[in-house]
Nanobody
Framework: QVQLVESGGGLVQPGGSLRLSCAAS????????MGWYRQAPGKQRELVAT???????NYADSVKGRFTISRDNAKNTVYLQMNSLKPEDMAVYYC???????????????WGRGTQVTVSS
């Protein structure tokens, strides 16, 4: 079964940095676009950044210039480098992957369980 597991969350002071990782495992035929989303308490889940299999990236306006998404296709892993963190970045961060599972012929969306990012002094 396909799983996405996030890691790297934690507590950081404003202006600090964190690097999130998300590793996909299981019977994956093709791992296509991957991305990071976040959800703060009482708020709608929102897109943070995406990256295609070819390396094209897209960022929410609120994180442009501060966050960088990247991937290692050999490791089936996507990363989110977060710099200059602000209190408004505090949320649960979720990894999302668009992939084709072995034995299927369709693109499906998979989600990780999330990792908490807390920005506080």
């Amino acid at each position: 079964q396909v799983q996405l597991v996030e890691s790297g969350g934690g507590l950081v002071q404003p202006g600090g940095s964190l690097r999130l990782s998300c590793a996909a495992s299981g019977s994956i035929l093709s791992l296509n676009a991957m991305g990071w989303y976040r959800q703060a308490p009482g708020k709608q889940r929102e897109l943070v950044a995406t990256i295609t299999s070819g390396g094209s990236t897209n960022y929410a306006d609120s994180v442009k210039g501060r966050f960088t998404i990247s991937r290692d296709n050999a490791k089936n892993t996507v990363y989110l480098q977060m710099n200059s963190l602000k209190p408004e970045d505090m949320a649960v961060y979720y990894c999302k992957a668009d992939l084709v599972r072995a034995g299927t012929y369709r693109l499906d969306n998979y989600w990780g369980r999330g990792t908490q990012v807390t920005v506080s002094s």
